[in-house]
């Protein structure tokens, strides 16, 4: 039977996301179990394809990449996959219209890793932002809102923002490993050899200001996601109060963490907060 499948696919994508990002997995327990099926669906197809560019250095990432493309094609044009990521995620593609130039801006985000190593201008940066982490937002704010196109379109912007403030989070927590391991380095005129406190902190205010933009939207978000996406904005913008506090030499040799207590002590204020109507 189909649905004995699909709902394989779906606890497929569930331990995708467990497995790969316990921060991401305990904010999308937050949510309504109404839409939590479907941000594992949008997880675990985004994880896939990151870790194609990111982690596979002993297979030809090039043809693996390809060949995953056609086969999200395929389950996005014939509505299933014998890939259980794939086929969870055309699920959700369909059910809330997930708008497919989304998709295929991420594609082509994950594609320029593959080969791109330095992002020398803000526009290039931009365009990088906007398809590896933007229309991630976009993706999920349709499942949000539950395919209302009167609140997204309300919310597209916050829900870019927030998306923007969790990749260069991402960014600057991860240099060390992106520029040793993957010769990577996405900050515009920023030499990470030689990391400087201005540097670090012109990116940490522009991150600021994205969580500012980011979270004028989680005020107006419906019930079911509200919760869950304040406990990621709380986490992530802890993760940036650290990096802000840490000397840019050591962000450049350690990867900063935000230890399981302190995890689940923001959780508990977060709830405080969300149940005292405070956001």
Do not use: W
């Not at 593609?93 to 890793?113: G, W």
């Not at 201008?121 to 990088?128: G, N, P, R």
């Not at 030689?194 to 600021?208: G, P």
């Amino acid at each position: 039977m189909k649905s004995i499948f699909d709902t394989v696919s779906f606890e497929c994508s569930k331990i995708v996301t467990q497995s790969y990002s316990t921060s991401f997995a305990l904010a999308t327990k937050m949510l309504a179990p109404s839409i939590r099926k479907d941000i594992y669906n949008i997880y675990g197809f985004v994880r896939f394809a990151d870790e194609i560019v990111d982690s596979f250095h002993d297979y030809n990432k090039e043809e693996l990449f390809e060949a995953f493309e056609k086969e999200l094609d395929n389950s996005l044009n014939n509505k299933i996959s014998l890939n259980p990521i794939l086929n969870s995620f055309q699920h959700t593609f369909h059910q809330y219209a997930i708008p497919r130039h989304l998709v295929d801006s991420f594609m082509k985000s994950m594609r320029m890793d593959l080969d791109k190593k330095v992002y020398t201008t803000h526009e290039e940066f931009k365009e990088y932002i906007y398809g590896s982490a933007d229309v991630v937002g976009l993706m999920c704010l349709r499942v949000f809102v539950k395919g209302d196109d009167r609140q997204y379109e309300d919310l597209k912007e916050s829900a870019m923002a927030l998306g923007s403030a969790f990749q260069k989070v991402n960014f600057l927590r991860d240099l060390k490993a992106d520029y040793e391991l993957l010769e990577r380095s996405y900050f515009p005129n920023t030499n990470l050899l030689q990391l400087d406190e201005d540097s670090k902190t012109r990116i940490v205010e522009e991150i600021k200001e994205d969580f500012r933009k980011g979270y004028e939207g989680i005020a107006k978000l419906p019930n079911d996601a509200k919760f869950g996406v304040y406990t990621a904005y709380k986490y992530y913008y802890q993760l940036l109060r650290k990096l802000q506090r840490t000397p840019s030499l050591e962000i450049k040799n350690v990867r900063i963490r935000v230890p399981n207590y302190q995890k689940f002590g923001l959780l508990a204020t977060s709830y405080v907060n969300y149940k005292l109507k405070l956001v």
